[in-house]
């Protein structure tokens, strides 16, 4: 692929240094909060200490393959697929579905994640603790982060918490929304025509690129430029970009800000 010289305000970046930043901060804000992140580790670990032990023996390792991933886990296994659907089936019940606002402007508060709920220290000594999952949202409507606990096995919902200010890392699909509208920006000239320059075809929507996004804030630690103030209060994100299977464009100085679906630039 022939190399990006025109500077545009999204211009390719070349380097092994920004492409190393951006993947250290693509598995910061996609990895689940938690037990994602937790397994793989673990499993790491344990290849290496199979590797160590055939390095002392000379006989061949053996490990094993993961365990068939069944309906229902046990104590503090993580979620399965069928209690991660069966946790976002009983959390979404009518009146919370028919309430809020998407990052689309559609009906229904923006799904961000599920994960398995704590236990009290009385529960984590049972012998058979409860299952129960936290499934978080975003409510646009009014810029409110909600986590529901819903218990598994009695398919209720045992408690919400409604959170201002807050801000987790953005989802899968408001990362692509952010993209979707500095595609549509005017201040995306940059970004469209690098993708041009890059491709030889027109950029039309996020699924051209691969792309990772970081919330950004403006707080007492970041004060950023006036025109950003609402940042932290709304939901906004920056983004880093890259053709898929091609070169990274920068365009880290733009700000989307989800909550009113407008983009800044920075200085």
């Given at each position: 692929?022939?190399?990006?010289?025109?500077?545009?305000?999204?211009?390719?970046?070349?380097?092994?240094?920004v492409a190393a930043t951006a993947t250290a901060v693509m598995v910061a804000v996609t990895l689940p909060g938690g037990a994602s992140g937790d397994?793989?580790?673990?499993?790491?670990?344990?290849?290496?200490?199979?590797a160590e032990q055939d390095d002392r023996t000379g006989r061949p390792a053996v490990v094993e393959s993961a365990?068939?991933?069944?309906?229902?886990?046990?104590?503090?296994d993580p979620l399965t697929e069928d209690e991660l659907e069966r946790a976002e089936r009983i959390a979404l019940t009518r009146t919370f579905r028919d309430s809020g606002e998407d990052v689309h402007g559609k009906p229904g508060p923006q799904e961000l994640a599920a994960d398995l709920a704590e236990l009290s220290p009385e529960e984590a000594t049972a012998?058979?603790?409860?299952?129960r999952a936290e499934v978080r949202y975003y409510d646009y409507e009014d810029d409110t982060?909600?986590?529901r606990t819903v218990d598994l096995d009695s398919g209720k919902v045992e408690r919400t918490d409604t959170q201002r200010g807050v801000q987790p890392p953005p989802s899968g699909d408001e990362v692509r929304e952010a993209a979707r509208l500095v595609i549509a920006d005017p201040l995306g000239e940059g970004l469209r025509k690098d993708f041009l320059d890059a491709t030889g075809r027109k950029l039309t929507g996020p699924e051209q690129l691969t792309v990772t996004g970081f919330v950004y804030r403006v707080d007492?630690?970041?004060p950023g430029p006036e025109?950003?103030?609402?940042?932290?209060?709304?939901?906004?994100?920056?983004?880093?970009?890259?053709?898929?299977?091609?070169?990274?464009i920068d365009t880290?100085?733009?700000?989307?800000?989800?909550?009113?679906?407008?983009?800044a630039r920075l200085g």
């Open positions: 692929m022939r190399i990006v010289n025109r500077r545009h305000l999204g211009k390719a970046v070349a380097g092994a240094a397994t793989g580790t673990e499993r790491t670990a344990a290849r290496g200490s199979a365990p068939r991933e069944g309906a229902e886990g046990a104590g503090r012998a058979d603790p409860p299952r982060y909600i986590t007492e630690e970041n025109r950003l103030a609402e940042c932290g209060e709304h939901r906004c994100v920056r983004l880093f970009t890259r053709v898929v299977n091609g070169p990274w880290r100085q733009l700000v989307i800000d989800l909550s009113d679906r407008s983009v």
